[in-house]
């Protein structure tokens, strides 16, 4: 008899691997069926030995070992895509079975017998994935960087297509959303049509399984346009991976367990031997630096250089016109008035409707008061170090109003005065969607007016919907936030984004390379006119825009981060617990006992408690060398005595392996 380790391939908290028994013998990486809770799911086999190897480890087992079902056919899954998914979730410091099938469609494992007929059958074998921290020697991949406008990379695109397809390889490109996959497979599959494939979860589970039968079946080179997900199609002749909009903040999973799914792809490349492409119009700041740290090379020199095509943009400072401001209600105060769109604004936009033209308005999601203003000089409360607009919060503790820049941390006491007049009246103001959207309608009642974020949106096909009929009244006006940019597929004739400089008040330590982001997708969305409306003109993102050179701003970013020891620079580890009162007063001491070798900072959230649950962050800064994977970095290592720690915390603990924000 032996018995068999399996990693159930079904999502659900299983905290280990299963145990079951078999007169088979079972190789490593098989595919087989298993019994759990009443039901059969599909499980992956780690390993597989005889009954008297393993007889102490099952006397002290507390539960009676059951049958495995069945044993498939063969695995529909290379064996370096299951050891990049079992590596990934080491590096990011989560169960195997969440790696295995965060990266497997549905789908797939839902028909397995069926896909299980066109699959090739020699993938199976061992793996040296049964130790992810097996030390061994790697093929170096070819790693390359380009970034250019979006029409130079579909020119490249093209022609690398081409030579592929000549040496009978082919190419996969990995893009974040179903809408970016249809938008490329437009512009690269024709005169290949009938070796060009689009795949992702929003075709109909008949169709992928008909293109995924045509995919394996191929005695041709394919391309593959398709979201990270569908890398587990096994063509044995895949000769690139790109990653496409590879600062798309889709690529990183909201929800645990945080996988980056770039890494992924760029594991998989490595162990396949596929030269792999980051790709972007602005890549991250992360992987620029990358360039020199890990000796990435670059398809043509990176262009730093932004190009409007005629279109015009017009930075207006609302102070210049107006002196009648409206806010927030201080605490316990009556708003003011002031006018949300300046003269000029409200005239384009009068022009633009007239013309049956439409108009999109960019504006942040309702909710804290965004920057501050003076009511008498009329200035911005900006931060004295770096001239960011500074925001108002609560503090931790929730006792106090305090100013805080979320540019560079810098905290203010909420008794500031104004640097300019030096008067105490100084006020709150915030506008979110909805506010921009009443506004809108009260100047506009006879105008088609619709309006996209997530407190109003709560599917994707509500949202696509929204935008379709958007783009088929001609004079109408969308309010929203970035969520617009998933959707839209037509050039708007005029952008505004409503207050320029609300977006400095969101507390990320990446929000300048965000700003640049969408600064940037406005302009790619736009056809005539771009309308920014500032206090700030001298701000240091849209200088560099309005310089058509973004290289110098980009060094000075890394070089601000390179000092305040901020990512690439640094590895960020974020463990976070959600608790009572007396249960967060434990998690603090624990905290900070368990990786007092880690120096870790132990601080609340900015919004310290919800819905009487208190949150408690950890941030670990490390050496990237010491919690890297060797495909990623020549010469790093995971630490182990630090995962060993990490994997000890019971899920009230949420690990956060290169967060996204600090909150």
């Not at 497997?104 to 994935?129: A, C, M, Q, V």
């Not at 391309?223 to 790109?242: H, K, M, Y």
């Not at 005539?528 to 409306?533: D, P, S, T």
């Amino acid at each position: 008899m032996k018995i068999v380790r399996v990693i159930p391939l079904e999502k659900g908290a299983f905290k280990t691997d299963l145990t079951y028994f078999t007169a088979k013998d079972i190789k490593n990486g098989s595919i087989v069926s298993v019994p759990i809770r009443n039901k059969k799911i599909l499980g992956l086999v780690i390993s597989c030995q005889d009954v008297m190897n393993a007889k102490t480890g099952i006397k002290d087992m507390s539960f009676k070992l059951k049958k495995i079902i069945e044993v498939k056919k063969h695995s529909i899954f290379r064996n370096e895509f299951i050891e990049s998914a079992l590596e990934l979730s080491s590096y990011s410091v989560s169960k195997k079975n969440s790696g295995v099938i965060s990266f497997i469609p549905s789908l797939f494992r839902e028909k397995y017998d069926e896909i299980e007929k066109f699959s090739p059958k020699d993938f199976l074998k061992d793996g040296p994935w049964i130790d992810s921290f097996k030390d061994r020697s790697y093929i170096k991949t070819e790693k390359l960087l380009l970034q250019a406008q979006l029409e130079d990379r579909i020119s490249f695109y093209k022609t690398l297509i081409r030579g592929y397809f000549a040496l009978k390889k082919s190419v996969f490109i990995v893009l974040p959303t179903g809408y970016d996959i249809e938008i490329f497979y437009q512009a690269l599959s024709k005169g290949i049509e009938n070796f060009a494939f689009s795949m992702h979860g929003g075709l109909r589970p008949k169709k992928i399984i008909e293109k995924y039968e045509q995919i394996i079946n191929s005695p041709h080179g394919v391309l593959i346009l398709g979201t990270a997900q569908f890398l587990s199609i096994p063509r044995a002749d895949l000769g690139v991976i790109i990653v496409e909009h590879e600062n798309s903040s889709v690529y990183k999973m909201f929800s645990r367990p945080h996988f980056d799914l770039r890494i992924f792809a760029e594991l998989y490349a490595s162990k396949i031997n596929a030269k792999f492409i980051l790709s972007d119009t602005l890549l991250r700041y992360e992987t620029i630096a990358r360039k020199e740290t890990d000796s990435l090379s670059e398809v043509y020199p990176l262009s730093f250089r932004t190009n409007f095509n005629g279109l015009i943009i017009s930075i207006i400072n609302p102070n210049e016109e107006e002196k009648n401001l409206e806010a927030l209600p201080p605490l316990g105060g009556k708003a003011s008035k002031f006018k949300i769109f300046s003269e000029k604004s409200i005239k384009e936009i009068q022009n633009t409707l007239k013309n049956k033209k439409r108009v999109f308005i960019f504006s942040l999601r309702k909710g804290l008061a965004t920057y501050t203003v003076c009511r008498d000089c009329n200035e911005t409360i900006n931060c004295e170090k770096c001239l960011a607009p500074v925001v108002l919060y609560l503090s931790r503790d929730g006792k106090k109003r305090m100013f805080i820049c979320n540019r560079c941390n810098t905290e203010k006491d909420s008794e500031t005065k104004c640097a300019n007049c030096g008067s105490w009246n100084l006020m709150p103001l915030g506008i979110g969607t909805e506010t921009v959207f009443e506004e809108i309608k009260n100047k506009f009642p006879k105008v088609k007016i619709f309006k996209l974020d997530k407190e109003s949106t709560k599917t994707a096909k509500e949202a696509e919907k929204i935008v379709r009929e958007f783009e088929k009244t001609s004079g109408s006006i969308l309010v929203g936030t970035e969520m617009v940019f998933f959707y839209l597929k037509e050039k708007i004739d005029l952008s505004i984004i409503a207050s320029f400089d609300s977006l400095w008040s969101i507390p990320n330590f990446k929000m300048s390379e965000k700003i640049i982001q969408l600064l940037l997708s406005m302009l790619s969305r736009t056809k005539e006119k771009l309308i920014i409306q500032t206090k700030n003109k001298n701000d240091s993102a849209l200088l560099a825009v309005q310089s058509e050179n973004l290289l110098p701003f980009v060094r000075e970013e890394l070089e601000d981060r390179k000092n305040l020891n901020y990512p690439p620079y640094k590895r960020f580890i974020k463990i976070t617990y959600l608790g009572d009162k007396i249960g967060s007063i434990e998690a603090k001491k624990t905290l900070r006992e368990v990786f007092r070798d880690y120096n870790p900072e132990i601080f609340s959230g900015f919004i310290a408690k919800n819905k009487n649950q208190y949150v408690t962050n950890a941030l670990l800064k490390l050496d990237p060398q010491k919690w890297s994977l060797p495909e990623l970095s020549h010469g790093s290592s995971i630490d182990q005595n630090l995962f060993n720690l990490l994997s000890s915390f019971p899920s009230t603990y949420e690990v956060s392996v290169d967060p996204e924000d600090l909150l």
